[in-house]
T-cell receptor, first 109, second 112 residues
Framework: GQNIDQPTEMTATEGAIVQINCTYQ??????LFWYQQHAGEAPTFLSY??LDGLEEKGRFSSFLSRSKGYSYLLLKELQMKDSASYLC??????????WGAGTKLIIKP | TAGITQAPTSQILAAGRSMTLRCTQD?????MYWYRQDLGLGLRLIHY???????GKGEVPDGYSVSRANTDDFPLTLASAVPSQTSVYFC???????????FGSGTRLTVV
């Protein structure tokens, strides 16, 4: 079966750096997405990786290793507004998105 | 503002009743999707449509039906609601099945 694993919850301090990991086992691979979802709101797009390596976008970076079935989302200079759930999703060989359950990130002052 | 509109925002529905969740997008995206999101679980695909006139079943299609008469609209119908269909429902669209997704604001449905 297809599976996306990410930690259920993480806690970090305002101003610090946090890394959220995602491992996947899917039928084929056509890209990996990270989405942010604030409580009670819709997911919003953060990043997309299809080739190995690091994609940087402001305070957020996403890394992919296809051989290891592994990605991480790196958030720098954490702000209180970064408190949210972070969803990892992989597009499989049928171009369907397989979603992880999400990582709830709690930022403390 | 361009995007996806879902209606209603929330609804309490008696078991056995039918209901249609509406979804309209104005981005002229070809692909549209319906997901349900339950606590502790990832988004689960109910039905999808890669282009107007075509639909397909996702991971959890039982008890739901969809239609795609035109590019903009993708309604989701529950023919006879059951309590296990209590969930938050998100509609999403993408320019193609290869693109990133834009989500609507969701419909919170409670079946009692």
């Amino acid at each position: 079966g297809q599976n996306i694993d990410q930690p259920t919850e993480m806690t970090a301090t305002e101003g610090a750096i946090v890394q959220i990991n995602c491992t996947y086992q899917t039928s084929g691979f056509n890209g990996l997405f990270w989405y942010q979802q604030h409580a009670g709101e819709a997911p919003t797009f953060l990043s997309y990786n299809v080739l190995d390596g690091l994609e940087e976008k402001g305070r957020f970076s996403s890394f992919l290793s296809r051989s290891k079935g592994y990605s991480y989302l790196l958030l720098k200079e954490l702000q209180m507004k970064d408190s949210a759930s972070y969803l990892c999703a992989v597009r499989d060989s049928n171009y369907q998105l397989i979603w992880g359950a999400g990582t709830k990130l709690i930022i403390k002052p | 503002t361009a995007g996806i509109t879902q209606a209603p925002t929330s609804q309490i529905l008696a078991a056995g009743r039918s209901m249609t969740l509406r979804c309209t997008q104005d981005m002229r995206h070809n692909a549209m999707y319906w997901y349900r999101q339950d606590l502790g679980l990832g988004l689960r695909l109910i039905h999808y449509s890669n282009t107007a006139g075509t639909t397909g079943k996702g991971e959890v299609p039982d008890g739901y039906s969809v239609s795609r008469a035109n590019t903009d609209d993708f309604p989701l119908t529950l023919a006879s609601a059951v309590p296990s269909q209590t969930s938050v429902y998100f509609c999403a669209s993408s320019e193609s099945e290869k693109g990133g997704y834009t989500f609507g604001s969701g419909t919170r449905l409670t079946v009692v």
